[in-house]
């Protein structure tokens, strides 16, 4: 039965892990995305952005 409970929580945080990574990528690409219009629209010598 511990091990029935071991495998779900297993199983559970494989699931999450996998869950997270993929919006995570789904975030990188968007942040990409805007970083290349960023680029085209102000051309590539000046900055866009300020820090």
Do not use: D, E, K, S
């Amino acid at each position: 039965m511990l091990g029935l409970i071991l495998f779900f929580l297993l199983v559970a945080l494989v699931f999450g892990l996998g869950f997270a990574t993929t919006i995570l990528f789904y975030v990188a690409i968007a942040l990409f995305i805007i970083w290349i219009i960023g680029i085209f629209a102000h051309g590539v010598g000046h900055r866009w952005y300020f820090w």
